[in-house]
């Protein structure tokens, strides 16, 4: 939303917080504001729900021990309002009406740019030069992202765009239906309100009220609902072959690429009202047990999963409803001996900086809708608080979520053990002498199971709000306890000097958190290809400024079979930068399954490297 704050106050909260979905500020070097601004008017014009935001204009960050904004000033600060002002009416789809003004902070002037959030017909706005959808831009946290196809579905679904969920289906059927799904959901419907006027109905015009079906010159389509929700086995391997989820239990905490490592899998499909039930299940049962006495009064002992039935399954029914099904993946709900991890195709429409708000953005509104009449789903946006409540209730740790735009993927990751138990009291008694609050314990107790955690992390398992998180964190970070990687909205914290010595704790500078040497930069390309076997070494060195895809695609492959390598590592192999590196092959490949993290429980860890699937045996090209 816009602050109403004083430009003084709003570098106060800067320093205090860093920048914010709400809160960006720029540093001007000339009479140009540049484009990147205009992006931010775009992101913050169009951000559903957000209410705008504030740009400050004349602020410069310093990279220091901590990051600290300070004023550098505007010098022609009334050109450059009439150049925004102008801008903002000429360069989008639709004028934009900002609020600029003027503060003098010390000796040096700071433009303040209030820029308010679109009404909802008027959205998508984005640039004319570029259309759509490369000319629009999203707010994902503190940074500026282009809009996706799956962006402008959103804003377009209440004008005239229909969801993805309620299109047809290419060779489906009204025989490709499932009799014993539409029966699971009529008994469902009837445990709700057995006078439900549908329920009175024919099944073809229970699933026509439903969108399950479409009816067009005299003829019956099947939508995506109609064969998500009722298709049978047969048709949704036919038709949706990826539409399933995986439950694999892996030995031990961490994700291992021994290809000699026989991995426990079970691949369950079907309609999902169907489907449910068995994906819980197979949780439940896997899940170790707490011991409990009868409160009925018997006195009898009674087993309890240690993570408690409500949040396995509203996060079994969110991955459900929530994921895109246009994405050809499975959802993949890995059991490692500490903690479950759930894994759906498909980021969040909703801001992770908004996941504790009330309200939902549906991604796909009929499935949802049915759901929510068998009370499977409440589609209120209240499914990550209720999560977190019952873990917190049960003495667990708080769930950590993670939406990766990038990699169109929502991650949810649950630990096991319960903190701060008399396990953990004994690790931390080490750090009494340092003053730390319980909140920072579980966050090294988090670092010391994972491996690594963020801002967003930390708030997640201590309910904390953006100040009091980057209070704590840098607090750690004084204490040589963490280490922040990376920059900006990509800054993660790994064990520092002073962590205990543990796994990744206490590494070389210059060594990842696999302990293996770092190389990226261009002079250490030739350190890196001399590491490498022989015919690799060839092929590597044979690479000209031309290098087809496939050619480049099958290269990496053998790379990362030789061992993992982070994208840095590769970019430096095929002479390219790391980002055109990482747009152009590695998220489609992670996407297609040709590649998988190294650390998939964390996609953005510091230490982040990509190795060859289990089951893949692509050849060299």
């Known amino acids: 939303m816009i602050s109403a704050k004083s430009a003084t106050a709003l570098i106060q909260e800067l320093n205090e917080t860093d920048e914010t979905e709400h809160l960006e500020a720029k540093e001007i070097s000339g009479a140009d504001v540049g484009k990147s601004f205009y992006e931010t008017v775009c992101a913050l014009s169009n951000e559903p729900d957000l209410g705008g935001g504030t740009i400050l204009l004349g602020i410069e960050k310093e990279q220091a021990l901590f990051p600290l904004y300070s004023v550098s000033g505007v010098s022609g600060p009334d050109k450059i309002a009439s150049d925004i002002a102008s801008g903002c009416t000429t360069i989008f789809n639709i004028p934009v009406r900002v609020d600029i003004s003027q503060e003098k902070v010390g000796e040096k002037i700071v433009v303040k740019v209030d820029v308010p959030e679109l009404q909802r017909n008027q959205k998508p706005l984005y640039f004319k030069s570029q259309g759509l959808p490369r000319g629009a831009f999203r707010r994902n946290g503190p940074t500026d992202v282009r809009c996706t196809d799956e962006d402008l579905l959103a804003f377009f679904h209440n004008k005239t765009h229909e969801p993805y969920d309620s299109c047809i289906v290419a060779d489906a059927v009204y025989d490709d239906l499932d009799e014993l799904a539409i029966g699971a959901y009529r008994r469902a419907r009837a445990e709700v309100n057995r006078l439900a006027e549908e329920l009175t109905w024919t099944d073809e015009d229970m699933l026509y009220a439903l969108g399950a079906i479409k009816r067009s010159n005299e003829s019956v389509r099947v939508t995506v609902t109609g064969l998500v929700m009722f298709g049978k086995q047969a048709a949704l391997r036919r038709l949706f072959p990826s539409n399933r989820v995986d439950y694999v239990r892996i030995p031990g905490n961490a994700w291992v690429s021994d290809p000699e490592r026989v991995f426990e899998s079970v691949d369950m499909r079907g ?42 399954r509203e996060a079994v029914v ?14 993949q709900i890995i059991r490692y001996s500490n903690r479950i991890e759930i894994k759906n195709p498909g980021y969040s429409l909703k801001s992770q900086e908004r996941f504790d708000e009330p ?20 589609t209120k946006g209240s499914g990550i608080r209720v999560m977190r409540k019952y873990m917190a209730n049960s003495g667990l740790s708080s769930p950590t979520f993670d939406s990766d735009r990038d990699n169109d993927e929502f991650r949810a990751i649950f630990l096991l053990h319960h903190f701060l138990n008399e396990n953990d009291w004994e690790w931390l008694s080490q750090f009494k002498s340092m003053d730390l609050t319980e909140d ?40 040589y306890l963490i280490s922040d990687r990376g920059s900006g909205a990509r800054t993660y914290y790994v064990p520092g000097r002073s962590f205990p010595a543990q796994g990744a704790a206490n590494m070389d500078a210059s060594m990842d958190v696999s302990g293996h040497k770092m190389y990226g930069k261009s002079g250490d390309r030739l350190a890196l290809a001399s590491d490498l076997p022989p015919e690799l070494r060839l092929r590597v060195q044979a690479i000209g400024k031309r290098l087809e895809p496939e050619k480049a695609r099958a290269l990496i492959i053998d790379l990362c079979r030789w061992r993992p390598l982070s994208a840095e590592e590769i970019a430096s192999f095929i002479r390219k930068t790391t980002s055109y590196v990482s747009q152009k092959y590695l998220y489609g490949m992670v996407r297609d399954g040709r590649l998988v993290y190294l650390y998939p429980e964390m996609v953005k860890h510091p230490g982040q490297k990509y190795r060859v699937a289990d089951n893949h045996n692509e050849q060299a090209v």
């Open 271 to 312: 309609p999902v009202l169907t489907l449910l039930p068995r994906v819980i299940a197979a949780i439940i049962d896997d899940l170790p047990k707490a011991f409990g006495i009868d409160e009925n009064g018997s006195g009898q002992r009674t087993e309890l999963p240690v993570i408690p039935y409500r949040v396995i």
């Open 318 to 331: 969110n991955s459900l409803m929530h994921r895109s099904y246009q994405i050809a993946q499975p959802i």
């Open 359 to 378: 309200g939902s953005l549906i991604r796909n509104p009929h499935i949802a809708e049915i759901l929510h009449e068998t009370r499977f789903a409440e």
């Open 440 to 479: 920072q314990m579980r966050a090294l107790i988090f670092m010391r199971e994972v491996g690594a955690i963020d801002n967003s992390t930390y708030r997640s398992l201590t309910q904390s709000d953006t100040l009091g998180a980057s209070k704590s964190l840098r607090h750690l970070r004084s204490l």
